[in-house]
């Protein structure tokens, strides 16, 4: 399976955006999906996740009500909707999948993208 994040940008603190993590592959359809997210000098931190049928999601208590999870199986697509940006949302965004459990570790997902940047300006 081969990720491809994209969606990020430079945004203004209050508005939203909409990564996306495109998959090649027939099984992605039924791996867990996730996304994490690395600001400078931290380590990758969990974002949300969600099981292959998109009926099960889990976040950071830090986006919980802000972002949403979903995906597209038909498009072998997950996306990541972001609404009321804070300057601390700043990070690269990494989506990963693997296996069909409900996963928060990065060690847990076999599969990742390249990441896209995400900056949030106050």
């Known amino acids: 399976v081969q990720l491809q994040a994209s969606g990020g940008g430079l945004v203004q603190a209050g508005v939203s955006l909409r990564l996306s993590c495109a998959a090649s592959g027939c099984a992605f359809s039924s791996y867990t999906v996730a996304w994490f997210r690395q600001a400078p000098g931290l380590e990758r931190e969990f974002v949300a996740r969600?099981?292959?049928?998109?009926?099960?999601?889990r976040y950071a208590d830090s986006v919980k009500g802000r972002f949403t999870i979903s995906r597209d199986n038909a498009e072998n697509t997950v996306y990541l909707q972001m609404s009321s940006l804070k300057p601390e949302d700043t990070a690269v965004y990494f989506c990963a999948a693997g296996g069909s459990g409900y996963y928060t570790l990065p060690q847990e997902y076999a599969y990742w993208g390249q990441g896209t940047l995400v900056t949030v300006s106050s």
């Open positions: 969600i099981n292959w049928s998109g009926s099960n999601t």
